[in-house]
């Protein structure tokens, strides 16, 4: 797995990429242009040559983009199909570049028909799109199950043309290989959570399960708990904080000065767990209500979520604080104006019915911001996710994932049942503190049950997360998780 956002944890992969890709020596003109002709290559055609990974080519659809290799990773690793024990290929595989984005695709030996769609996460704001196998690669080769997965024309948060690139897959993949798959499932992991769950509102009939995992399921209401985080951490520390339609240039040095005066007020501090206040207990509680509500292994993710840098380049300030809306304007990068509200957010500091003296001054003094932007009903700007699936969906997520939080799984089960669609969204909790920090074994496993949910009608256990009372009890999340975390502190399962 690559690293991310200068955070050197395995388990945030997911998000993808901020890092440039460092382009190889380069290549003759003429070998360049071959590359770019050769927009479908069975990369399974010539295995005893070694792969020669080539420089990006420029993208055809979007000036000033380029397209990475589809036939090397970052790493240089080419990518080829998978062997048994003797070595012997036990799948074809195809790579190629069309309109923009650039595709893999894998189709067992013994290929059974169906075909799974993989939807990678979010790559920050670089200008070179690339392509990678999903985790269950093996896993879908081993049951037969073909794959593919595309990068998208565009980097950033542009839900919409994920969502684009990947449906194109299932038609390309007729053309590219001979033969349509006749059923197809959708997976993706974070930003690709959020591209899987609106591709199968936007495309009915074209998928038959979807697997979102670690995913932004809840739209804006994911900028929201940004914004949530940062109020709530200034009204406590008693230190005003502005939020800006349009931030001026120094809005990013001023805001950075803010931040400062919270952490000290706090007990937050980059680089080692918080050494919290008063008021940064507080904002620990306001902080794990918003995200999930009060669940084990809160107080261990609370702190090594606090103890990393933010984002570049607000990777000087620590992670949640990096993140606020307000840095952007609450565009969230690609919408056409603010997405996010509080304006009628009740924050809670804990779970009785009757507010605090100390809750409601917390809520008189966070500042309040209301949107001008909506999630749009297509796929421009930021897609809305009705949470309306009519098809299977099987999602897991960490329950110390504050990144993405665990809210987002509620958030999608709510709605889901505001549309009489609960029976077909199962959710399943896994122990542990980062982003899409999933073994093999859990997605493995969450993937079968999908498969075996959609061929035989039976619906899958998962875990009650819309009940507080089952959220709060010391072996949440046990049932599902395979492996324990050691950052993850909570008590053991039975």
Not at 12 to 17: A, D, E, N, S, T
Not at 143 to 161: L, M
Not at 206 to 230: N, Q, R
Not at 398 to 419: C, I, K, W
Request: charged residues 20%.
């Amino acid at each position: 797995m690559d690293s991310v956002l200068g955070i050197d944890r395995r388990r945030l992969v997911r998000w993808g990429g901020l890092a440039a890709l460092t382009p190889h020596a380069c290549r003759s003109a003429v070998v360049v242009l071959l590359f770019t002709a050769a927009l479908v290559t069975p990369s399974h055609a010539a295995q005893a040559a070694p792969v020669n990974c080539l420089a990006p080519v420029p993208s055809t659809t979007r000036p000033g983009y380029s397209v990475a290799d589809p036939n090397c990773d970052l790493n240089g690793t080419p990518f080829q199909p998978l062997t048994d024990a003797g070595g012997n290929p036990v799948s074809k595989t195809y790579t190629g570049i069309e309109d923009g984005a650039a595709f893999r695709m894998e189709v067992p030996l013994n290929w059974n028909g169906e075909l799974v769609v993989f939807a990678h996460g979010y790559r920050g704001a670089g200008v070179t799109v690339r392509v990678d196998n999903p985790d269950l690669r093996a896993h879908y080769v081993a049951r037969g199950f073909a794959w593919a997965a595309s990068s998208y024309q565009t980097n950033g948060y542009d839900v919409g043309q994920g969502v684009r690139d990947s449906h194109a897959l299932i038609a390309q993949f007729a053309r590219v290989h001979g033969t349509a798959a006749r059923t197809v499932y959708l997976t993706g992991g974070s930003m690709g959570g959020h591209i899987t769950a609106v591709a199968i509102e936007q495309f009915r009939g074209s998928f038959v399960g979807a697997m979102p995992y670690c995913g932004a399921l809840g739209d804006a209401e994911l900028f929201d708990y940004f914004l949530d985080a940062t109020v709530t951490a200034a009204a406590l520390a008693r230190v005003p904080v502005r939020f800006p339609l349009q931030p001026p240039a120094d809005f990013p040095t001023t805001f950075r000065a803010t931040v400062d005066a919270i952490k000290a007020a706090l007990g937050v501090e980059v680089g080692r767990p918080p050494n919290l206040t008063p008021a940064g207990r507080q904002w620990s509680d306001a902080v794990e209500r918003r995200s999930g509500g009060e669940r084990p292994g809160f107080e261990s993710s609370f702190a090594f979520w606090n103890a990393l840098k933010g984002l570049t380049p607000n990777n000087d300030m620590p992670f949640l604080f990096g993140l606020y809306p307000g840095l952007d304007g609450g565009t969230a990068g690609i919408a056409d104006g603010n997405l996010t509200s509080n304006r009628s957010t009740w924050y809670k500091l804990d779970d009785h019915w009757l507010p605090s003296s100390d809750e409601i001054k917390l809520n008189l003094t966070a500042l309040r911001v209301d949107h001008t932007a909506q999630p749009s009903p297509d796929l421009s700007g930021v897609p809305r996710v009705h949470g309306d699936p009519r098809i299977p969906v099987l999602s897991l997520h960490n329950v110390g994932d504050l990144f993405v939080p665990f809210s987002m799984e509620q958030v999608y089960a709510t709605r889901a049942g505001s549309h009489g669609q609960s029976r077909l969204f199962v959710s399943r909790a896994i122990r542990a503190t980062g982003h899409c920090d999933f073994t093999g074994a859990e997605l493995a496993r969450g993937f079968d049950d999908l498969v075996s949910w959609v061929r035989t009608g039976h619906r899958p256990a998962g875990d009650a997360i819309l009940d507080r009372r089952v959220v709060a009890r010391d072996d949440f999340g046990c049932r599902f998780t395979v492996g324990v975390r050691a950052d993850f502190v909570a008590p053991a399962c039975p």
